[in-house]
Every structure is written in structure tokens, then in C-alpha cells.
């Protein structure tokens, strides 16, 4: 659950650390990632293609010309649901979530702070408590070096320019590596490095999970391990706590640790991940490569991974770290399934009950409960609750008229902290109030189906091209790559506002047009929605394929927002298809995944997407009143 915030200027950042070679700004990011340059660059950035600002530095450390952080942008609608701004704090390149307009000014990475910004009392920072002079404890957090070839959403069928990060990883039992998702993001190689080690060994990915942002890494090398203990996990800490953060940051190639306390534990805003999970904030150092490092207690054990931090004008010293209880659910998951499968939601939009009138004319006698909006179609949640419905509890716990529940000892935590407990597919009993009447009522808990995805599954974007005219599902990558102005409003308020009414729907859009003698008059054609085929509401990019490959009329015909339309004839358009391959230099008509024969869900639902009647995310709202479960 998600507040809308104030317009304070600020962001939640991955600190990465990244060599990059190609720079595009987003005026509308709310999450950006910096990143580390692992040797001199020129202070271009590369990918500033989604939503989200990815580069960012630490507000508390001067660069010099040639240690410019690179950041590759992306922002995903629905998506952090505050305000603030963080960071990551590693050598990956992260994603953060944004939606709609936003009422506040960001400032991305890479972009020279004033020099009081740069600041720092790293004197008093830098400490080594006893514990942790240990030098056998100190080589179980390794240096990681990943090379990321990302895709390019604007010519699907090839790859981005690879650019380099640095961050940080440690070792846990299994003889695995733990670091963020965002450290490894689009990965073609990942190496790491012991301390005090001048060799690197290749690491393979076995997991990760996105909306955590947590990956985990395995290094088939015997000597790799030799003489290492793994680290051990603690508790989840409480507020003062002592925490030591430990890492590979900026400013050196060696070992950096770093001394703070634990100032807050709350359901955060996870920028890579899009997703609201439990964090905890600390005032420790946290800079660009000090992602996936750990994060300890006084008593050496690992209270979590650090990941992001928080950019403002207003704050200073804002870091998170990922608790010791969202590691073991990824763990958990892994160990399960074979797979990550990711963190279950209700699919609900619900609304506070701190008004009295509010509550008596719902017919709930007590200050509690909190009101259901709207129930996603694709959730489970639809076929049990309702338009007017009141949760009131959650597997017996009783939800607060704020939308909070009680967390340990005098503290109470958002309400979809108890969903972010179960794993996909788990049950739970709501308790409902409906016409003044208590009901029980059991639903089943899923991850989330997005209709404008925040990240690309496989890594590489869908698309079909028919007669030089390239078709690709609509995602937030490709939005902030094209940038906001080209796409048009009324494609982005469906991006923004729309929710899948059935699994695997998509809003497919016609990309570009590759302009050929088939295809004269439609050459300026970009970025619109097409809705149907030959009268076909369209369902999804593998749908239209479908379509268009089963086709024997004389005539195709493409029907497009704001009722244009695109008519082609069959027979030559398909005699010109390898000669615009061949003069593009295009490998392939269609991605691998449309190869495949296609399955019809069944589902003869339309495609005239219905949409302003509710948000994906507070941002657009800007009220602090309506929650995301």
C-alpha cells in the first residue's frame, strides 16, 4: 500500500556503479541508479530509456570529471508509491517504477550537485569496529564485475551497446552469492573477486528476483571457496540498532566499511523493483558499489543487503537496506520451486476509514477496516470481493482504519506488509464487512499481472514485422526510451491507468513504420495502439500474428487509436517482406516467442481498453487516502 507524497524534491536511487556510453534524459524520473564507472569515461550515460532516472550519485561525494556515473534510466508506472527518492548502491543498473506526472522535481545522477551537496564527514564514518577487523570475515563480501547488454525496445530485434558495473555480493551457505537483482540486470558476463584477491572467477546466475531486487549468484570455482566461512543471518534489528555496512563503493578498488544506526523499519519503495516491501533505513554511508553488500549488527551477523538510498535537498545520510526477512522469502521461494516466482499481491485499490461519516454510512461500528475501490479482473480477489466491501482483517489481524496493522512492540507497518509474508499461490481469510454484515471470505494470492510490464521477461522485448510495419507489446522500458512526448497522452493514460482484465493481455502498438513501396502513405506512422485486425479485437502481439498469418482475405486491414487506419494488400506485402529484412538488415520477421503456435485463452473479451476510472499508482492521484494491496 502506497501513499501519494507532497512535491519535495527527491528520489529513491540504486547506487550502481556503471560504464556506460550512451545518455538519455527522462524529465519525469522518480528512481535512479548510479553507478560506479570502473575506469575513466566520458561523463555520457547510457539507457535513460525507462521511467525511471537510474544515474544518481551520492549527494555526500564529490566525482572528478572522470568518474562521472553512467546510469541507465527506467521507470515503471505503479510503481513507488513514495515520494522519496533512493538509489542503489551498487555496480548494477536498477529500474524504479513511476506513473503519471509527477508532482515533484528530480534531479538524475551524474548531473553535478552544488558543492555543499558534496560535503561529507567520511572521517567519521570509515570505522572499523572490532568485530570486523576479522579478516576471515571480511572475505565473504566479494567485488562483483557484471558486462550488461540491454535491450533495445526501439529496434527490438537488436541489442544495446554493452557497458560495465561494479557493486558488491557476499557469500551465504550452498556455496551461492547474494547481490541485487540490479547489479546483474541484462547480463552477459559476471565475474567477482575475492578481497585481496587479483583474480576474478566467472559467477552464473540462478535467480532474480526483480521486485526484491535480490539475485543470487553460484561460482563453480573450488578455489574459490577455499578458507571462507559464509556469512550468517540475524534478526530482523530494532530502531537504534547498530549497523555496519560493508561493500565495494566508489573512491577505491579495496574493501570500505561504513558505521550507522537503524533509524527506521517501514514498508518501503523499492526503486528497481517497483514494489512496496519492508526496508530498513539506516544513516550509514551507502554509495555507488555498495549494492548487495551486506549489511551487520554488533554481533557480525547479517541483518541485510544494502540497495538504495535517499535523494533529497532536504535529507541527508537516507540509506536501505533489504531485511534479513525478505532474503529468506527469496530463499524460500527459490528453494520451492526451483525458481523465483516472485512476491503474491491482493489485486485490490483500497480506500482509508478515518472518517466517522465515511464509517457509519458503510455500516462499520468500529475505527477500523478499510475500503475496496476496485478489484483487479486478473487477481482472485475479484471473485470474492466488491465495489463497497470493507477489509477489515487479515488472517485474524485486525487492519486499522489507516490501513496499517500491528508490527512487534508499539509499532503498526502498511497493511500489504502481511501479503509480502505469503508466496505465491498461498491462501488467505479476509474478514469482510458488506451491508453492515461480517463475512469470512478466503482468497488466493498471486503475483501481480502488469499490462504495461516494468520489466521485460527473457530480456528481450516481442515485436512482429509485416510489410515494414513493426509491432511490440507497450512496457516501461520502451516508453522511457521513445520518451514520454512521442508516445501520446492517450496511449500513456491507458499505460497509466489501465489494468489487465485477463492473463496475457497486452497493449500492442505499431513501433515504426520501414518505409518500402507496400507500405507508402504509413511511413510516419509511430507508437499508436492498433486495436484490431480485419475487425479482430486484438489481445496480445502473439494474437495479432495469429491473426495476420492465418489471414487469406485479399486486403488486411489495420485499425488504430484515434480511428486511423492501414490497409495493405496480402499478397504483396508478403513478396516485399525479405527485401525490407534485407535492406534493414533485420535477421528475422518476428521474435523467437512468436514462433511458437498459438493458444487461445478463450477469453472473448474486448479490447477497448476502459481507463481514468482509477490509478495505478498515488502519484497520479496525489490524494493520501487511496492504497495499493
Not at 238 to 243: E, S, Y
Not at 596 to 601: I, L, N
Amino acid at each position: 500500500m502506497v501513499v501519494a507524497v507532497s512535491s519535495c524534491s527527491c528520489i529513491f536511487s540504486a547506487v550502481s556503479s556503471a560504464v556506460k556510453f550512451r545518455y538519455s534524459l527522462s524529465s519525469q524520473s522518480r528512481f535512479v541508479i548510479a553507478q560506479r564507472p570502473i575506469a575513466s569515461v566520458s561523463s555520457r550515460a547510457i539507457n535513460h530509456k525507462r521511467r525511471v532516472s537510474n544515474p544518481d550519485r551520492d549527494a555526500s561525494s564529490p566525482k572528478s570529471n572522470e568518474q562521472k556515473e553512467a546510469v541507465p534510466q527506467k521507470k515503471y508506472p505503479g510503481r513507488s508509491k513514495d515520494g522519496r527518492s533512493s538509489i542503489y548502491s551498487d555496480g548494477g543498473s536498477g529500474k524504479g517504477d513511476a506513473a503519471g506526472p509527477q508532482p515533484t522535481a528530480y534531479r538524475p545522477f551524474g548531473i553535478p550537485r552544488n558543492d555543499k551537496e558534496f560535503i561529507i564527514d567520511s572521517k567519521d564514518q570509515q570505522v572499523e569496529p572490532s568485530y570486523i577487523q576479522d579478516t576471515a570475515f571480511l572475505n565473504a563480501v566479494v567485488k562483483v564485475y557484471c558486462t550488461h547488454t540491454a535491450p533495445d525496445y526501439s529496434l527490438p530485434w537488436q541489442k544495446q551497446r554493452q557497458y560495465t558495473s561494479t557493486g558488491s555480493a557476499f557469500m551465504i551457505g550452498g556455496r551461492k552469492l547474494l547481490t541485487n537483482a540490479h547489479c546483474v540486470e541484462h547480463d552477459t558476463q559476471v565475474k567477482v573477486k575475492r578481497r585481496g584477491d587479483d583474480k576474478k572467477y566467472v559467477a552464473k546466475v540462478l535467480a532474480r528476483g526483480v521486485d526484491c531486487d535480490i539475485a543470487l549468484l553460484s561460482v563453480e570455482s573450488e578455489e574459490f571457496w577455499r578458507e571462507v566461512e559464509p556469512l550468517k543471518f540475524g534478526r530482523l534489528p530494532h530502531l537504534q540498532d547498530a549497523v555496519t555496512v560493508v561493500g565495494y563503493p566508489l573512491g577505491g578498488d579495496t574493501i570500505s566499511v561504513t558505521k550507522g544506526v537503524v533509524s527506521r523499519i517501514e514498508v518501503t519503495s523499492y526503486a528497481h523493483g517497483s514494489s512496496d516491501l519492508l526496508g530498513i533505513q539506516i544513516d550509514a554511508a551507502i554509495n555507488p558499489g555498495n549494492s548487495g553488500g551486506p549489511a551487520f549488527n554488533d554481533q557480525g551477523e547479517c541483518i541485510g543487503v544494502a540497495f538504495q538510498v535517499y535523494r533529497s535537498e532536504a535529507a541527508e545520510n537516507i540509506g536501505y537496506v533489504i531485511p534479513t526477512t525478505i532474503v529468506s522469502h527469496f530463499l524460500d521461494d527459490y528453494e520451492r520451486n526451483g525458481k523465483y516466482t516472485g512476491f503474491p499481491c491482493l489485486g485490490v485499490l483500497l480506500q482509508k476509514l478515518e472518517n466517522p461519516a465515511l464509517r457509519a454510512y458503510l455500516k462499520v461500528e468500529s475505527n477500523e477496516g478499510v475500503l475496496v475501490r476496485r478489484v483487479e479482473p486478473t487477481a482472485d480477489a475479484n471473485n470474492v470481493l466488491k465495489k463497497g466491501d470493507v477489509i477489515v482483517s487479515f488472517d485474524d489481524v485486525h487492519v486499522g482504519s489507516e490501513g496499517t496493522v500491528p508490527f512487534r512492540s508499539n509499532e503498526r507497518i502498511a497493511f500489504r506488509f502481511l501479503i509480502s509474508q505469503k508466496f505465491a499461490g498461498d491462501h488467505a481469510e479476509l474478514g469482510i464487512i458488506r451491508a453492515g454484515k461480517l463475512m469470512k471470505a478466503k482468497v488466493v494470492l498471486n503475483p501481480r499481472v502488469h499490462l504495461v510490464p516494468y520489466h521485460i521477461d527473457g530480456g528481450q522485448p516481442s515485436y512482429l514485422i509485416f510489410a515494414g510495419l513493426v509491432f511490440t507489446p507497450l512496457s516501461e522500458p520502451l516508453i522511457e526510451e521513445e520518451c514520454e512526448d512521442s508516445i501520446g497522452l492517450k496511449l500513456l493514460a491507458k499505460a497509466r491507468y489501465s489494468l489487465a482484465r485477463f492473463p496475457g493481455e497486452q497493449i500492442v502498438i505499431l513501433s515504426q513504420v520501414l518505409a518500402n513501396e507496400v507500405n507508402i502513405g504509413y511511413e510516419d506512422m509511430s507508437n499508436q495502439q492498433v486495436l484490431k485486425f480485419n475487425g479482430t479485437g486484438i489481445k496480445n502481439i502473439h494474437h495479432l500474428a495469429h491473426l495476420v498469418d492465418t489471414c487469406t482475405d485479399r486486403y488486411l486491414f489495420f485499425e488504430f487509436e484515434d480511428n486511423y487506419i492501414a490497409v495493405l494488400e496480402r499478397e504483396a506485402s508478403i513478396a516485399a517482406s525479405s527485401c525490407i529484412l534485407r535492406d534493414y538488415g533485420i535477421p528475422s520477421e518476428r521474435s523467437s516467442d512468436l514462433l511458437k503456435p498459438y493458444m487461445d485463452s478463450g477469453d472473448d473479451k474486448t479490447v477497448d481498453q476502459e481507463f481514468g476510472d482509477s490509478p495505478v499508482s498515488n502519484f497520479d492521484l496525489n490524494v493520501d487516502g487511496l492504497i495499493w494491496a
